[in-house]
């Protein structure tokens, strides 16, 4: 079965520190993409970060990066010098390749809160 | 440059009445298109996605229905609304080597 699975439901994070969420997945396929999304209380979903499995480096974007272990299967974004707007819903997402499209799946979700 | 609507943003409808819940996407070519439901404190999940005009592919067995009957517009309906089918709806789209781009998406509440 394709799954995601983020173990925390919620985490906190001091203004100005560093957060790490987690995330593991389930797949078959030796290609695929992962993703980072961030919901806000708007619900207006953004993409955070991407990073292609068949690449080695963790990808990086300004604050934000993963630690992406593909034997592992696991996807860790790590938020550093947290900032009030950071506080959101983040999902971790997948992309599979069927019946010749694409399917993204998504986990349930943790709930960012950043304390001042 | 690509952008996605969805209408409308809230709606609140009796049991037993119909639905249909629009989707558009602009500035791209044959997307693949997709709509996810979120249901109160839980992830997205995946309900339909479409590879073409007229082709849908559902992921869950329900009370729901999808079509394609545009290469950029995608309804999600129902003939008869459930309680259950409350939820935040949101439609999405994607090609080749890229995320998943979605829309405001629709607060649903069936009363």
């Known amino acids: 079965a394709q799954t995601v699975t983020q173990s925390q439901p919620e985490m906190s994070v001091q203004e100005a520190e560093t957060v790490t969420l987690s995330c593991t997945y389930d797949?078959?396929?030796?290609?695929?993409?992962l993703f980072w999304y961030k919901q806000p209380p708007s619900r207006q979903m953004i993409l955070v970060i991407r990073?292609?499995?068949?690449?080695?480096q963790n990808a990086t974007e300004n604050r934000f990066s993963v630690n992406f272990q593909k034997a592992a299967k696991s996807f860790s974004l790590k938020i550093s010098d947290s900032q009030l707007g950071d506080a959101a819903m983040y999902f971790c997402?997948?992309?599979?390749?069927?019946?010749?499209?694409?399917?993204?799946?998504f986990g349930t979700g943790t709930r960012l809160k950043v304390l001042a | 440059s690509q952008t996605i609507h969805q209408w409308p943003a809230t709606l609140v409808q009796p049991v037993g009445s119909p639905l249909s819940l629009e989707c558009t996407v602009e500035?791209?070519?044959?997307?693949?298109l997709y709509w996810y439901r979120q249901a109160a404190g839980r992830g997205l999940q995946l309900l339909f996605y479409?590879?073409?005009?007229?082709?849908i592919s559902s992921e869950v067995p329900q009370n729901l229905s999808a079509s394609r009957p545009q290469d950029r517009q995608f309804i999600l309906s129902s003939k008869k609304l459930l309680l259950s089918d409350s939820g935040f709806y949101l439609c999405?789209?994607?090609?080749?080597?890229?995320?998943?781009?979605f829309g405001q998406g629709t607060r649903l509440t069936v009363v």
């Open positions: 997402a997948y992309r599979i390749t069927t019946s010749g499209t694409y399917k993204y799946i």
């Open positions: 797949t078959s396929e030796s290609d695929y993409y």
């Open positions: 990073q292609e499995a068949y690449k080695q």
């Open positions: 999405a789209w994607s090609v080749r080597i890229r995320e998943a781009f």
């Open positions: 500035g791209t070519s044959n997307p693949n």
């Open positions: 479409s590879v073409g005009i007229g082709q």
